[in-house]
Nanobody, 112 residues
Framework: QVQLVESGGGLVQAGGSLRLSCSASKSILDINVMAWYRQAPEKQRELVARITRGGNTNYADSVKGRFTISIDNAKNTLYLQMNKLKPEDTAVYYC??????WGQGTQVTVSS
């Protein structure tokens, strides 16, 4: 069974940056779309960013201009570069693909 493992979360001050990684246990070359979601306490899980195999990207309005999603096919890894972080970005971040399901999540906490 293919696994997705997120890493890179942590505690950061507002205005800071983090880069999240999502490593797949097998090649991601056959995956058409990969995405990052997040879930804050007592809120529904929401889409943060999505990227297709062709490189097309979509972002939630709340993160546009601050977050960048990317893929390294050679490393079977999905990234989320998060800049200018805000306290409202605090959540557990999950990566997902239609093939592999969900990772276990990584906590991001932004202090004011």
């Amino acid at each position: 069974q293919v696994q997705l493992v997120e890493s890179g979360g942590g505690l950061v001050q507002a205005g800071g940056s983090l880069r999240l990684s999502c490593s797949a246990s097998k090649s991601i070359l056959d995956i058409n779309v990969m995405a990052w979601y997040r879930q804050a306490p007592e809120k529904q899980r929401e889409l943060v960013a999505r990227i297709t195999r062709g490189g097309n990207t979509n972002y939630a309005d709340s993160v546009k201009g601050r977050f960048t999603i990317s893929i390294d096919n050679a490393k079977n890894t999905l990234y989320l570069q998060m800049n200018k972080l805000k306290p409202e970005d605090t959540a557990v971040y999950y990566c997902t693909t239609p093939r592999d399901g969900w990772g276990q999540g990584t906590q991001v906490t932004v202090s004011s």
